[in-house]
């Protein structure tokens, strides 16, 4: 069965400095990735997807994301954080020809200090 | 562009009560989800529609029923609400089960 770690509930950060939200999962053969944000009351909106082919996938607002098979890991970076950024944000990792049964971690709280 | 609505955004039920919750896209995607969302959880996929007519059990669907009434509806019912359902509801559709699901802004339900 396929299962996402967010290791970190809570992360703070200063308006500018960079970002870095960590996500490992648990898959069996090559998965899709996505990271979701959520920003408070509303739904939750796509930041990026990887699929297949180059490892690194740029998504909205400035995010990226770089896929390491070798480590499990689908980590979320941003270079400048900006305080409208503060939002929780949802790593999930979806089954190769069957996104159907996506399955998401538990979510890290961006807060961010100006 | 409405993308995927859900209605009521908030109701209060008490137990043992019955509810359903609506989801309507008008993005013309096949496939259509229900997940719950509480503290510390994470999203939990209650059920699935791969397509118009076919509904599937998710991670936890015991308490709920659904029914896709068309391929822009998808609709979520609780025969007899538990304290245990309180919780935020969230539908999402996709093109199909190889793209990425579209989410509504959620029905927050609480049952007393």
């Known amino acids: 069965a396929q299962s996402v770690t967010q290791p970190d509930i809570h992360i703070t950060v200063s308006e500018g400095a960079s970002l870095e939200l960590r996500c490992n999962y648990s898959y069996g053969a090559t998965p899709y990735l996505f990271w979701y944000v959520q920003s408070p009351g509303q739904g939750l909106q796509l930041l990026l997807k990887y699929f297949s082919g180059d490892t690194l996938v740029q998504g909205i607002k400035g995010f990226e994301a770089e896929f390491k098979r070798s480590q499990s890991s689908f980590n979320l970076r941003k270079p400048s954080v900006h305080w409208s950024d503060a939002a929780e944000y949802f790593c999930a990792v979806g089954a190769q020809g069957s996104n159907y049964k996506l399955t998401f971690g538990k979510g890290t709280l961006l807060t961010v200090n100006p | 562009n409405a993308g995927v609505t859900q209605t009521p955004k908030f109701q209060v039920l008490k137990t043992g009560q019955s509810m359903t919750l609506q989801c309507a896209q008008d993005?013309?995607?096949?496939?259509m989800y229900w997940y719950r969302q509480d503290p510390g959880m994470g999203l939990r996929l209650i059920y699935y529609s791969a397509s118009e007519g076919t509904t599937d059990k998710g991670e936890v669907p015991n308490g709920y029923n659904v029914s896709r009434l068309n391929k822009r509806e998808f609709s979520l019912r609780l025969e007899s609400a538990a304290p245990s359902q309180t919780s935020v509801y969230f539908c999402?559709?996709?093109?199909?089960?190889?793209?990425?699901?579209?989410f509504g802004d959620g029905t927050r339900l609480s049952i007393l």
């Open positions: 993005m013309n995607h096949n496939s």
């Open positions: 999402a559709s996709s093109v199909d089960g190889d793209q990425p699901q579209h």
